[in-house]
């Protein structure tokens, strides 16, 4: 089924334009209060434009949080900001990158799957947790919101199949009521994730983590994605220059 979504992948046209365009609704489980163990879920919206140079980001995620705060389940759009996330907290600009890499990398990455396994391990440190979940780490990434051109999105579902942890879960409907194909994947003391694809596109649908006993999900699903010309304008944050977007103020 991968290797099927790998073929398809490639058929799929070259995108162009300055911006590659990712939106995700999300769904998380927020502390209701420092300490009480009581998790709320919540869904939210994120959207992302990329360019080789810089990143503007809709990011309810901040909002979410400061709703449940206040025992709300609706998010107040005032709570919400497009933000220019690459620049660090100095001011100084940073670039871009999808997994670890830049735009100009990520186009220079081999589309052979052996050379391309061997590439973005040797680009990926250790985590702890085994070689194979970081390979799968950055495959996932790659694939799920990044401008990775045809040849290299089959690579990356071949090298994805390769991985021994990848099992075949079958028939799956994502949050937005679309059928796909699951997999699953099971590292031990992880997350399980399960992910939701479209063989007939090789489109990656819908990303899931939960905990080993299958609690608390989280949720990203894809909404929408592709090339854009322009990028709306960041605003400045909502508590003043230097703030932090997920502390409520």
Same mark, same amino acid.
């Given at each position: 089924?991968?290797?099927?979504? @790998?073929?398809? +992948?490639?058929?799929? &046209?070259? @995108?162009?334009?300055?911006? #590659?365009?990712? !939106? #995700?609704?999300?769904?998380? !489980?927020?502390?209701?209060?420092? /300490?009480?163990?009581?998790?709320?879920?919540?869904?939210?919206? *994120?959207?992302? #434009?990329?360019?080789?140079? $810089?990143?503007?980001?809709r990011d309810e995620q901040g909002a979410a949080f400061k709703a449940v705060e206040d025992g709300r389940t609706t998010?107040?759009?005032?709570?919400?900001?497009?933000?220019?996330?690459?620049?660090?907290?100095?001011?100084?600009?940073?670039?871009?990158?999808?997994?670890?890499?830049?735009?100009?990398?990520?186009?220079?990455?081999?589309?052979?799957?052996?050379?391309? *396994? +061997?590439?973005?391990?040797?680009?990926?440190?250790?985590?702890?947790? /085994?070689?194979?979940?970081?390979?799968?780490? =950055?495959?996932?990434?790659?694939?799920?919101? =990044? &401008?990775? $051109?045809?040849?290299?999105?089959?690579?990356?579902?071949?090298?994805?199949?390769?991985?021994?942890?990848?099992?075949?879960?079958?028939?799956?409907?994502?949050?937005?009521?679309? %059928? /796909?194909? @699951?997999?699953?994947?099971?590292?031990?003391? #992880?997350?399980?994730?399960?992910?939701?694809?479209?063989?007939?596109?090789?489109?990656?649908?819908?990303?899931?983590?939960?905990?080993?006993?299958?609690? *608390? &999900?989280?949720?990203?699903?894809?909404?929408? %994605?592709?090339?854009?010309?322009?990028?709306?304008?960041?605003?400045?944050?909502?508590?003043?220059?230097?703030?932090?977007?997920?502390?409520?103020?």
């Amino acid at each position: 089924m991968l290797l099927q979504a @790998a073929d398809a +992948a490639a058929l799929q &046209p070259q @995108a162009t334009g300055e911006y #590659w365009y990712v !939106h #995700w609704q999300i769904t998380d !489980h927020f502390e209701r209060k420092p /300490g009480s163990g009581e998790f709320v879920p919540i869904t939210y919206q *994120r959207e992302d #434009w990329s360019s080789r140079e $810089r990143g503007v980001m809709r990011d309810e995620q901040g909002a979410a949080f400061k709703a449940v705060e206040d025992g709300r389940t609706t998010i107040d759009p005032a709570d919400v900001r497009f933000e220019n996330y690459t620049i660090d907290d100095t001011g100084t600009p940073a670039a871009r990158t999808f997994s670890g890499f830049t735009w100009d990398e990520l186009d220079a990455l081999p589309t052979d799957p052996v050379q391309l *396994r +061997a590439a973005l391990l040797a680009a990926t440190p250790s985590s702890g947790h /085994g070689r194979n979940y970081d390979l799968f780490d =950055s495959v996932q990434w790659l694939l799920f919101g =990044s &401008p990775a $051109r045809p040849e290299l999105r089959r690579a990356l579902w071949t090298v994805l199949a390769g991985i021994d942890e990848v099992t075949l879960l079958g028939g799956r409907t994502d949050a937005l009521g679309r %059928q /796909g194909t @699951a997999v699953e994947v099971k590292f031990p003391d #992880w997350y399980v994730t399960t992910m939701t694809l479209d063989p007939t596109t090789g489109m990656l649908l819908e990303w899931r983590a939960t905990e080993q006993d299958g609690s *608390r &999900p989280l949720t990203y699903t894809l909404v929408e %994605q592709g090339p854009r010309d322009s990028a709306p304008a960041a605003q400045p944050p909502l508590c003043g220059p230097g703030s932090v977007p997920l502390v409520s103020c």
